[in-house]
């Protein structure tokens, strides 16, 4: 079974929309993190935000949040006003593990990923 | 601060050639891997290291070896190239408990 999933392979949205791009993960790890990585065509993997299983709030950082709804295991990550430079693929990715006392060691699980285009 | 560093941004082996990808931070990152990323699917884990002279097999390691000598280095052996190992290469490092793993540019290699 896959670890994580992500469903839309491709969405057009028109600039300056809001942007909901989903993702579920399945562990039975109670301690993990999420991430979402945005990669544009010239081909980077850049940290957009992350999530930890024991934070009590949403992540957020600037134009991103995530919509973490841990009892239905999803982490859905919002960009608000899009903008054509968001035009990328995003991944979702877990590491599970105890971070929070410095484990972890085993690397990101990563979907595979969705091809957002921004379209003016 | 460099970050991480890959050498070569681009390489093209022949079957059963050897090769070596090179990863180097200067964060004073412990935890360092390298994934491969293939088209239409996302990073694929190929081994890691939770600090220097400790390695780790990821989800796919066949064909590839690795080891850390150093905090800084953490290089990737191809030891007889196969056209499945046709990939872009990640090396990503970050520290323990810390949120975020930071990637390197990247690697493409293709083997003929």
């Known amino acids: 079974a896959q670890k994580i999933t992500q469903t839309q392979p491709g969405m057009f949205v028109q600039e300056k929309e809001a942007v909901t791009l989903d993702c579920t993960y399945d562990?039975?790890?109670?301690?993990?993190?999420l991430f979402w990585y945005k990669q544009p065509s010239s081909g980077e993997m850049i940290f957009l935000i992350y999530?930890?299983?024991?934070?009590?709030q949403n992540a957020t950082e600037g134009r991103y949040s995530l919509n973490f709804q841990k009892a239905r295991k999803s982490a859905n990550l919002v960009i608000s006003a899009s903008q054509l430079g968001d035009s990328a693929m995003y991944f979702c990715?877990?590491?599970?593990?105890?971070?929070?006392?410095?484990?972890?060691?085993?690397?990101?699980?990563f979907g595979k990923g969705t091809h957002l285009i921004i379209q003016p | 601060n460099a970050g991480v560093t890959q050498t070569p941004k681009f390489q093209v082996l022949k079957t059963g050639q050897s090769m070596t990808l090179q990863c180097a931070q200067d964060?004073?990152?412990?935890?360092m891997s390298w994934y491969r990323q293939d088209p239409g699917m996302g990073l694929r884990l190929i081994h890691y290291?939770?600090?220097?002279?400790?390695?780790d097999q990821g989800e796919v390691p066949n064909g590839y070896n690795v080891s850390r000598s150093t905090t800084e280095d953490f290089p990737l052996r191809l030891l007889s190239a196969a056209p499945s190992q046709t990939s872009v290469y990640f090396c990503?490092?970050?520290?323990?408990?810390?949120?975020?793993?930071?990637f390197g540019p990247g690697t493409r290699l293709l083997v003929l």
């Open positions: 562990t039975s790890d109670p301690s993990y993190g």
């Open positions: 990503a490092s970050g520290s323990g408990g810390q949120e975020t793993q930071y």
């Open positions: 999530q930890g299983s024991y934070d009590q």
């Open positions: 964060m004073n990152h412990e935890y």
């Open positions: 290291s939770v600090g220097a002279g400790i390695t």
């Open positions: 990715a877990m590491r599970e593990a105890d971070m929070y006392s410095g484990g972890g060691a085993d690397g990101l699980t």
